[in-house]
Structure formats: C-alpha cells, structure tokens
C-alpha cells in the first residue's frame, strides 16, 4: 500500500464508474490527471491549462461545486459533467471531474410519464420536480406525471440557468418563481407560479442566493 502512487489510486477509482464516465483532476491552472471512457473522450492531457469555459475552470473560479452541458465549441464534442473543488490546508488546490457523454445536444424537453403514455414537455414549461416515494414527480404549467430520472441526473442534464437545486427533494424553475420570502434560520420559502409553496432548504440556501444573486 505504501508504494501505490496517486495516479494508480485514480485509476482504481475510475474502474468504480460506469463505461461512459471519464474523470479528470487538476491543480488551479492545468490538468494533471485524465482517465477518458469508452463512450467519451475529450482528449485532455495532463499538463493542458484550463479554459475559461471548462467546468473546472468554472468551479475553481466560484469556489462550488458546478454541473451544467457544456456545448461542442469547448472541447469538440457536447457533455454534461460535475467538477468539485477540493482544499488542502485550507487552500484551494484545485478540483476532481466527472464527464459524462450528451446523448442529445440542445435537447429542450422532458418526456414525462402520464396515466395514458408520455408527454415531451419544453422545459419552460416545468415549473419544478420533486423526489417522492422513490420517483420523480414533475409539475408542469398543464399537466403531472413523472420520471425514471432521479434529481441528481436531471441537475446533470437540466440548464442550469433555469433549474436550480433548493432541497435535496426539489429542483425549480427559476422562470415559475413568483416570488420569495424569508423563512426562519435563514432558509427561504418559494411562491411559484402555479400557487404552491417550496422551501430552500438551509445546506441549499447560500447557493440558491448565489445563483439568483440577492
């Protein structure tokens, strides 16, 4: 155990993720590791600096953890990925990433599960989603039905400019937000569009102010 190097421990993790995850690692200005997958490869080489409109680049910029698409121009081919900053003694040393393959590229809809069949649904059109009983339930402007997805999937492929992540239960549609309100220990409570109320949930909150900028 003692003589096993950082990029062997890195390859052991990646044999624990699917064919089509590849995972990358970098210090504040390049990468240092690449481990690419069967479905996608950005051709990343360790000692390659960052870009401005990378994910790791976006994460260590805010200093969270950001999941979002990242169109074709960036690297050649469209993904959705997740990058997490890491610390060490307290700095910034730089983040870890999981890069998953686009199956469709500016897909704009959600098929959604109803009693009679599915409905593809324009995003705008969702005011949030909600795990329950082990599904995710989905709340249109229209209609109710749900999916296969779980949250963590859909905050991977939705547009982060229009869903956030509130509570380990919810994602909104920042476009169905009527209004918010204050709530106790500094959470927030959502009037949405349709009427019904959805709370920020207090691990989410700092975030969520982030993201909306207030």
Known sequence: MKDLSIVALLNVI????????????????????????????????????????TLAYKALQSGQKVSEFINREVFGVPYHGMAVPFLHKGELEGCVLAIYPAFTEGKSVITIKTQDGWIPTPFSDVIYLEAKDRKTHIVTTSFKGNHTNSLQEFEYKLPREMFIRCHRSFIVNVHQIKEIFPDTHSTFVLAMANGEKISVSQSYASYFRKLLGF
Request: hydrophobic share 30%.
């Open 14 to 53: 990646g044999e624990l993720f699917s064919d089509e995850v590849s995972i990358a690692v970098t210090d504040t200005e390049k990468y240092i590791y690449y481990r690419p997958s069967k479905r996608i490869d950005l051709k990343i080489l360790p000692g390659d600096l960052l870009k401005e409109e």
